[in-house]
T-cell receptor, first 113, second 115 residues
Framework: DTGVSQDPRHKITKRGQNVTFRCDPI?????LYWYRQTLGQGPEFLTY????????KSRLLSDRFSAERPKGSFSTLEIQRTEQGDSAMYLC???????????FGPGTRLLVL | AQSVAQPEDQVNVAEGNPLTVKCTYS??????LFWYVQYPNRGLQFLLK??????LVKGSYGFEAEFNKSQTSFHLKKPSALVSDSALYFC?????????????FGTGTLLAVQP
């Protein structure tokens, strides 16, 4: 399967701990996006990369959040000093530079106790 | 500002009957419009999109959507519902002329198809 993959699928952590999620986009997709989805809501945009450059960040992305895409392939999203309000599904998507369709991965469900 | 409204939290339909899931949008320029479906504890699966051209767009699994510029709507339709269509459906919009590539999603509509 050559779809978007995310790891881990589930993460339970204690408040104050740091967590890191990984996203592997569809091969040759230059654009990569992170979204967050809370219960009963649609996904909300967090950040966007074109190749290795982070071109846009949402105000939702506080200074505890950092994302990287070091070689323009996979991406990581790190949350430092997690809070209970960070509990959500974190979704990654990718698209071609000249394509409009974003293809989503299965998501990482985070629970902060 | 861009926005999407899905006025129905839930739509109930009997198997074999036609279904409609409503979506209205607001963008400053021309819209790119999308429908995605989400099954429990899964990511979003792309169904169809409107970029330009015919107002009636056909997508996966027999779904189609009609773009109506005057009513700023992009309703999802299917002539005959299946129980397996039961899922959460999201409409999303992107401003075609905007500097951002992010999608703005609605709050979702839960489709329940009764056998």
């Amino acid at each position: 399967d050559t779809g978007v993959s995310q790891d881990p699928r589930h993460k339970i952590t204690k408040r104050g701990q740091n967590v890191t999620f990984r996203c592997d986009p569809i091969s040759e997709h230059n654009r990569l996006y992170w979204y967050r989805q809370t219960l009963g809501q649609g996904p909300e945009f967090l950040t966007y990369f074109q190749n290795e450059a982070q071109l846009e960040k949402s105000r939702l992305l506080s200074d505890r959040f950092s994302a990287e895409r070091p070689k323009g392939s996979f991406s990581t999203l790190e949350i430092q000093r997690t809070e209970q309000g960070d509990s959500a599904m974190y979704l990654c998507a990718s698209s071609l530079i000249r394509g409009e369709t974003q293809y989503f991965g299965p998501g990482t469900r985070l629970l902060v106790l | 500002a861009q926005s999407v409204a899905q006025p129905e939290d839930q739509v109930n339909v009997a198997e074999g009957n036609p279904l409609t899931v409503k979506c209205t949008y607001s963008v400053s320029g021309n819209p790119y419009l999308f429908w995605y479906v989400q099954y429990p504890n899964r990511g979003l699966q792309f169904l169809l999109k409107y970029i330009t051209g015919d107002n009636l767009v056909k997508g996966s699994y027999g779904f189609e959507a009609e773009f109506n510029k005057s009513q700023t709507s992009f309703h999802l339709k299917k002539p005959s519902a299946l129980v397996s269509d039961s899922a959460l459906y999201f409409c999303a919009v992107r401003d075609a002329g905007g500097a951002t590539n992010k999608l703005i999603f609605g709050t979702g509509t839960l489709l329940a198809v009764q056998p």
